[in-house]
């Protein structure tokens, strides 16, 4: 287990080196073809480094760090796009906003103020619930297998927002960033929309937007006009999402995709632009109340999850241990007695 930190510090070191030539070499070019074929390599490093590792959270936070988000925002600053260009005036500032997955918020006077108490109770709520989480495990012989996957969807939530909220704490106790946050309350969600665009992971979402929206939907634009141009790119995003999920869920498992994710991502996908064409066709006084549609989109988050998202991971042995066993496994790798 200690080899397996030393290579993980080895490989960001690696990553710290590549970011270093991206923001004093191929800063320098100018923006399209000829930056895009300077980052080629990096791009490759950055998808080959995830198979280095065999303890999954270090293969999933690689994964997403930098073979996910880091290379998309390279992608975005070949085309001198926002959040790498123009290169921040310091070179920490650059590596942080292109291998950690964080976002900058723009301040206001009204956002000046501390953090609500609310947030910190729901935080450490979140917490204990992982640790119960984390406990009943140990029984899950004794579980329904359904209960099981529900369990284990739940945990992965918690532990996502954890580690995202670990990575900007460090940002902004480094950098001085104020960060906005990766995660926005999802259980109080009022429909797939506003789960998928405005509550879940908007890390991933802020990235997918200028990569794959914005660009399928000038193009659609023109063949569809503007009314509708939406609907292709919202459908191309979950796509590409489906994708990358695909790709992790391979460094995770090392076994053949079996594209259970992708369709998942795809399911959802559908049902967001069909989502929106009835909100363009139905009056605000004809459709549901929020609370009602909000639980029905939880419940369809759910069931399709325990369908096509959580059983490729679960069949191949990824829940058999949570992130606080391997944390411990790797402390005790790194002592000497």
């Given at each position: 287990m200690?080899?397996?930190?030393?290579n993980f510090i080895k490989v960001w070191?690696?990553?710290i080196i590549s970011l270093c030539y991206c923001f004093y070499i191929s800063s320098k070019l100018p923006k399209g073809i000829f930056k895009l074929i300077s980052l080629t390599p990096i791009f490759i490093f950055f998808l080959y480094v995830p198979?280095?590792?065999?303890?999954?959270?270090?293969?999933?936070?690689?994964?997403?760090?930098?073979?996910?988000?880091?290379?998309?925002?390279?992608?975005?600053?070949?085309?001198?796009?926002?959040?790498?260009?123009?290169?921040?005036?310091?070179?920490?500032?650059?590596?942080s906003l292109a291998s950690l997955p964080i976002k900058p918020k723009q301040k206001t006077p009204s956002q000046n103020k501390s953090k609500p108490p609310q947030r910190s109770i729901l935080f450490a709520i979140k917490v204990l619930i992982l640790a119960l989480l984390y406990y009943c495990y140990s029984y899950k012989q004794n579980i329904d297998?359904?209960?099981?996957?529900?369990?284990?969807?739940?945990?992965?939530?918690?532990?996502?927002?954890?580690?995202l909220a670990l990575?900007?704490?460090?940002?902004?106790?480094?950098?001085?960033?104020?960060?906005?946050?990766?995660?926005?309350?999802?259980?109080?969600?009022?429909?797939?929309?506003?789960?998928?665009?405005?509550?879940w992971n908007l890390m991933v979402t802020s990235i997918l937007r200028p990569t794959v929206y914005?660009?399928?939907?000038?193009?659609?634009?023109?063949?569809?006009?503007?009314?509708?141009?939406?609907?292709?790119?919202?459908?191309?995003v979950f796509v590409v999402s489906g994708?990358?999920?695909?790709?992790?869920?391979?460094?995770?498992?090392?076994?053949?995709?079996?594209w259970e994710v992708t369709w998942f991502f795809i399911l959802h996908g559908v049902a967001v632009a069909a989502e929106v064409v009835v909100k363009k066709l139905v009056p605000d006084k004809m459709r549901l109340h929020p609370v009602v549609s909000g639980a029905l989109a939880l419940g369809f988050v759910a069931v399709t999850a325990v369908w096509?998202?959580?059983?490729?991971?679960?069949?191949?042995?990824?829940?058999?241990?949570?992130?606080?066993?391997?944390?411990?496994d790797l402390i005790k790798g790194l002592l000497p007695f």
């Open positions: 200690a080899n397996e930190l030393h070191i690696l990553a198979l280095t590792f065999s303890t999954a959270p270090l293969v999933g936070i690689t994964a997403f760090f930098l073979s996910w988000l880091a290379n998309f925002k390279l992608l975005l600053f070949c085309f001198d796009q926002p959040p790498l260009s123009p290169p921040p005036s310091n070179l920490f500032h650059f590596i297998k359904n209960v099981v996957l529900v369990m284990f969807c739940v945990r992965i939530y918690i532990e996502l927002e954890l580690i990575a900007g704490t460090l940002a902004r106790a480094m950098f001085g960033f104020e960060i906005e946050p990766q995660f926005n309350e999802p259980y109080f969600v009022t429909s797939l929309q506003d789960f998928w665009g405005r509550r914005y660009p399928i939907r000038r193009i659609s634009t023109r063949l569809l006009g503007s009314r509708w141009a939406s609907l292709p790119a919202i459908v191309a994708l990358m999920h695909e790709l992790i869920f391979y460094y995770l498992t090392r076994v053949a995709p079996t096509l998202f959580l059983p490729q991971l679960v069949r191949n042995g990824v829940d058999e241990k949570n992130f606080g066993e391997y944390s411990m």
